[in-house]
């Protein structure tokens, strides 16, 4: 059972829903085969936040090796979101979070401006943003990032929706991390560091792509995860030819008109 | 800045504008050699390519071992160059790691007394600048404390190497302001400006670079004309 915030990912009937999450661990289970690709995952997974809770977007952030946070993955690649991420290195409920390693939840925003009085005011100048929930990245107590949700309407999430949100965290944790490698308790600063490179690739490819095809970054991006699922290609690996110019740009989007003098 | 390891700390300290390249390689090396648990330490540049070279090494024990990985042709450094990865192997006698170069892993064991070799990329999205090249003689891997501090200065080496710091002194020797190092923005406009200009993703941040500075601007606003299109590179853009 829902409870009745009225936002409308909600009107679904349970059975409807049931079947909307089993299909996404189904997709991201079928996802974390060999040598999968890590962007592709968290891409996925932050799409599916937005699609089985009630929040407008969601996006993560991890850690990097001296610990400062930065954006990996967000469900709507607009400035804004990403934007709304990165602040947090600074302060916000995804550094708490990360810090304490455990959730922070910001059933209305207006209210915590004292808490974040950079972050908050950032948030309702430039979206409708009213909620916040901050899931950790958790891995032996501590955490690598963070799974950020914003809400359009001032609300906590329910248990369930909290529950079901913090196993999706938990889904990228074991996708940053590689299963292999936290079962063999490896050092872990490796793969974030991975994971952080293939993020500026995606956004090195998006530019060139934006450029090619006169479009914005955005739609950029989405031509760019198009291609690569439906050519079954790995996104990390596609982004990286595509901004090593190893890749022909008009198999994926024809140029666009010279505006050149 | 949290958590900053003392070879990290030590690479922010350098003063950019009174060193060439060969000079700051060396100081990066150093400071590992200091602040690490190895013995020696190299930079290699085009790693993958045929123009390579090795810009500093810190005892002929690390040039040693930049040469074989250039005479085979196959090593850490070379896999790390390839795959943007860290190349970690704590035990060169005893890894799996070294089936992928064995020719390099056996010479190395011949010819030096090196146990283990540790290889980090200085990597800028889809641009491999060169690998930063650490050994120890004695095996054994680096602690998580170390491991961050080497991966965090390697990230720091690689954005001085491309002297991401545009900002024409406005007082301080700050190198990197992460917030704006990591801007979605600058690696967004260099993809932009590598198609206007039909030039290397590395090169079209580099002329982003010279423009900011003519100019007296910060990068990250650069990169923002540049992603909202109020700012095209043409090939006579600087006259």
Redesign the interface.
């Known amino acids: 059972m829902r409870s009745s915030e009225g936002v409308p990912a909600m009107d679904r009937s349970s059975n409807e829903r049931e079947e909307l999450i089993s299909r996404a661990f189904v997709t991201l289970a079928d996802t974390l085969v060999d040598d999968y690709d890590v962007i592709d995952l968290l891409d996925r997974l932050v799409g599916f936040c937005v699609e089985l809770l009630p929040a407008e977007a969601a996006g993560i952030v991890l850690g ?5 946070l ?2 990996v993955a967000a469900s709507d690649e607009a ?1 804004q979101v ?1 934007e709304l991420l ?1 602040l947090q ?2 302060e916000g409920p995804c550094l708490d979070c990360f810090q304490t390693a455990t959730p922070v939840i910001v059933a209305d925003l207006s209210a915590a401006i004292d808490r974040w009085p950079m972050f908050v005011p950032a948030v309702e100048q430039r979206t409708h943003f009213r909620s916040v929930h901050a899931l950790p990245l958790r891995l032996r107590g501590r955490a690598i990032g963070a799974l950020n949700l914003f809400g359009a309407i001032p609300a906590a999430l329910p248990q369930l929706d909290l529950a079901l949100g913090q196993a999706l965290a938990d889904v990228a944790t074991i996708g940053i991390l590689q299963e292999r490698a936290i079962r063999r308790g490896d ?1 872990l ?2 793969q974030l ?2 994971a952080l ?1 293939s993020r ?2 995606i ?10 095809g006169g479009l914005s ?1 955005e739609k950029a991006f989405e031509r760019l995860r198009q291609y690569a699922r439906s050519h079954e290609l790995r996104l990390s690996e596609l ?2 030819r595509v ?3 190893e890749f022909d ?1 008009a198999e994926i989007l024809p140029p666009a008109r010279q505006t ?1 003098p | ?5 003392v070879v ?1 700390k030590a690479l922010l300290a350098i003063a950019r504008d009174t060193i060439d390249d060969r000079a700051l390689a060396m100081r990066i090396c150093r400071a590992c050699v200091d602040g690490l648990d190895v013995d020696g330490a190299a930079i290699s540049l085009l790693t993958a390519g045929a123009a390579r070279q090795t810009l500093a090494a810190t005892d002929a024990v690390a040039e040693l071992l930049e040469d074989l990985q250039f005479t085979f042709n196959e090593g850490a450094c070379m896999e790390a160059a390839r795959t ?3 190349v ?1 192997v704590g035990d060169l006698r005893h890894s799996g790691e070294v089936e992928r170069w064995p020719m390099f892993a056996a010479a190395v064991l011949e010819r030096s007394a090196v146990r283990a070799v540790f290889a980090l990329p200085l ?5 491999n600048l060169g690998v930063l090249d650490l050994y120890r003689l004695q095996p054994g ?2 602690d ?1 404390g170390q ?3 080497a ?2 200065a390697a ?1 720091a080496a690689a954005l001085m190497m491309l002297g991401l710091r545009t900002d024409p002194d406005r007082g301080g020797v700050d190198w990197l302001d ?2 704006v190092a ?4 600058i ?10 200009l039909d030039v ?2 590395a090169e079209a941040l580099a002329r982003m670079r010279a423009h900011a500075f003519v100019h007296d601007r910060l990068l990250v606003d650069v990169a923002r004309d540049v ?1 909202a299109r109020r700012l ?1 590179f ?1 090939e006579d853009w600087e006259q």
Not at chain 1, 203 to 212: R, V
Not at chain 2, 182 to 185: L, V
Request: proline share 1%; hydrophobic share 45%.
């Open positions: 990097d090796a001296r610990r400062e930065r954006a400035a990403v990165q290195a600074d050092v600063s490796e560091q991975v490179n500026v690739v956004e090195q490819a998006k530019g060139a792509l934006a450029q090619h970054t982004a990286r901004a090593e110019k740009l050149r | 800045m949290a958590d900053l390891g990290t943007g990865n860290p970690l990597q800028w999205g889809a641009v891997a680096l998580d491991l961050r501090d991966i965090a990230d992460d917030a990591h801007r979605a923005e690696h967004q406009a260099a993809g932009m400006v590598s198609v206007q290397t993703t992603v095209m043409t």
